[in-house]
């Protein structure tokens, strides 16, 4: 019986994890049947390969019948046979002969249109929630040979599977290892969606996400091409991007579609919304309550003159206010989408008024709270966006204590805290991971 040598033939495709292999026994003599189970459709393969394999009672006569099939092509070249996979071809390689028959899986629904990660110019599509189909997508946005996928499953009663996807050519081995060591300790029953695999994997106690769940494909395909690594969990249309830096989630993937005199402006915007929505609260109450002498003197009459009708220090308005942005936002993705946008634009809108009326808060606090709460939503990714929101809190009770002095040592800790995290790894300050040195 002859062996086939895949590694020979089809190069770094021979180690991922859906490549199919079956043998077709004929007496002495055998052919072999290897396919991509996420390019290729089960029901094709059996109806123009398996079918006609059973009915055969020769080798030549199986022969005789593929050739007659839609879609055959005799392979005489061996550079093109990973090349066939990835389009979606079945190969057959026989004791005289390699064929190709296009067994192409179809899409099995439409993919659903990106609604978190939405961008103005790009590809609209997001992920679906099934594993196979999500490979499908990559692999057809993404068709090199050294792109592997692994199977694994999570959850002790759940079994969820999950697909590790890497380029074998760029991928940093250290940290596909330490990934792999975390996934195998990985202790919970069920396993349901990639966040909550996420908290999993990374330290959950982390002030900042040092792993980037997103629900879009050509950014998925981007970070592979940089040389990280993809988790793909069944069941949940949302993949996991590690390493990932803090300049990964401030990144917009119109940064890459639009010109650099468009985007280059928008990136400086979302650092400074990222420093407003986390510091402006507690300079606010650092400011007023401990030192106005940093404003010019009209400024500072201003200011006080709007908190005059307010009977309590700033930092119970500042309080009152967070308070309401955050049950605002909350109020908005609990809601029906139909309603919910107008029923928080109009909520926000009364209470803020109201309460300036009433002497609760200031003027001035409810430009503040506006500040902040807008400035919060320019974060492109959500995860990094509610680290942010929670941020804010501690430097709003440093400066109450210590006013401007512990405001500054706030942000000097936390950019110390910042500097010496790491994810899978990689410093956390770094700017983009770019691809890994091919391992020798």
């Known amino acids: 019986m002859q062996e086939f040598n895949l590694d020979a033939h089809l190069h770094g495709l021979a180690q991922s994890g859906d490549l199919v292999t079956r043998k077709l026994n004929f007496n002495a003599e055998a052919a072999q049947l290897v396919y991509l189970s996420s390019m290729c459709d089960n029901s094709t393969i059996h109806s123009t390969i398996v079918k006609p394999f059973l009915e055969s009672q020769h080798l030549s006569e199986f022969e005789a019948m593929l050739q007659a099939m839609p879609g055959y092509e005799q392979m005489k070249d061996r550079q093109q046979l990973a090349d066939k996979l990835i ?3 079945a190969l057959l390689f026989l004791p005289r002969e390699t064929c190709a028959i296009n067994t192409k899986k179809p899409p099995p ?3 659903q249109k990106a609604t978190i990660e939405y961008i103005l110019q790009g590809p609209q599509y997001a992920f679906s929630e099934d594993i196979e189909t999500n490979i499908h997508i990559i692999r057809t946005r993404y068709p090199l040979q050294d792109l592997h996928v692994e199977y694994m499953k999570v959850g002790s009663v759940s079994q969820t599977p999950l697909a590790i996807v890497y380029d074998h050519s760029k991928v940093n081995h250290d940290v596909l290892l330490c ?8 202790d919970a029953e069920v396993v349901q969606a990639s966040n909550q695999l996420q908290m999993l994997i990374t330290k959950r106690f982390n002030l900042l996400p040092t ?3 997103s629900e879009r494909p050509d950014r998925s395909v981007l970070n592979l091409s940089k040389g990280k690594v993809i988790l793909i969990l069944h069941g949940t249309p949302f993949a996991i991007i590690v390493p990932s830096v803090f300049f990964d989630f401030l990144a917009s993937m119109d940064d890459l579609y639009d010109v650099p005199w468009f985007t280059r402006p928008l990136m400086a915007l979302r650092y400074i919304g990222a420093f407003i929505t986390t510091s402006l609260p507690a300079l606010y109450v650092a400011t007023v309550s401990h030192n106005p002498e940093i404003f010019r003197a ?4 201003e200011m006080a003159g709007s908190r005059a009708a307010v009977p309590y220090p700033s930092f119970y308005e500042v309080f009152f206010m967070l308070f309401l942005i955050e049950a605002l936002t909350e109020a908005s993705i609990r809601l029906p989408k139909y309603i919910g946008s107008m029923a928080t634009t109009v909520g926000g809108l009364i209470l803020g008024q109201a309460a300036q009326t009433a002497g609760l808060v200031s003027s001035i606090m409810i430009i503040v709270a506006s500040m902040v709460a807008i400035s919060n939503f320019v974060i492109p990714i959500n995860t990094m966006n509610l680290a942010l929101r929670v941020i804010k809190f501690p430097l709003v009770v440093l400066a109450i204590f210590f006013g401007l002095t512990g405001v500054l040592t706030g942000l000097f800790c936390f950019l110390v805290y910042t500097t010496s995290l790491r994810s899978f790894g990689q410093p956390y300050l770094k700017l ?7 391992s020798r």
Request: proline content about 4%; hydrophobic content about 45%.
């Open 87 to 89: 389009q979606g071809y």
């Open 109 to 111: 629904f439409q993919p």
């Open 179 to 186: 990934l792999k060591n975390k996934l195998q300790q990985v």
């Open 211 to 213: 792993a980037i769940v």
């Open 298 to 301: 009209q400024l500072a009459i």
């Open 432 to 438: 983009f991971i770019g691809e890994a040195k091919k």
